[in-house]
């Protein structure tokens, strides 16, 4: 069974970045789309970005998040920069197996536990 791995979150100040990390183990083929939700306390999971043959964003987080895949198999980041208290949110991985990116968490067949990000004003 795959398992998409967060890490890299934390506590950063209004202004800041952090960088995201995702990795997925126990799978022989590649996805072909991994993406970033997230979920802020007493909302619903919400689109951050998607990668696979093309790359989509967030209205509100375009200019700011940057999504990359990696060399290894099954990785993928978010570099996130200019961070707002409203970005506070747990944020949560996730690969499909076609390469068509898409916004609905609903066509993302596994996910990650989720990493806590906070930003202070």
């Known amino acids: 069974q795959v398992q998409p791995v967060e890490s890299g979150g934390g506590l950063v100040q209004a202004g800041g970045s952090l960088r995201l990390s995702c990795a997925a183990s126990?799978?022989?083929?590649?996805?072909?789309?991994m993406g970033w939700f997230r979920q802020a306390p007493g909302k619903g999971r919400e689109f951050v970005a998607a990668s696979g043959t093309s790359t989509y964003y967030a209205d509100s987080v375009k200019g700011r998040f940057t999504i990359s895949r990696g060399d290894a198999k099954n990785t993928v980041y978010l570099q996130m920069n200019s961070l707002k208290p409203e970005d506070t949110a747990v944020y949560y991985c996730?690969?499909?197996?076609?390469?068509?990116?898409?916004?609905?968490?609903?066509?993302?067949?596994?996910w990650g536990q989720g990493t806590q990000v906070t930003v202070s004003s």
């Open positions: 996730a690969g499909k197996g076609n390469p068509f990116p898409t916004t609905n968490p609903g066509d993302f067949d596994y």
């Open positions: 126990g799978r022989t083929f590649s996805f072909g789309t």
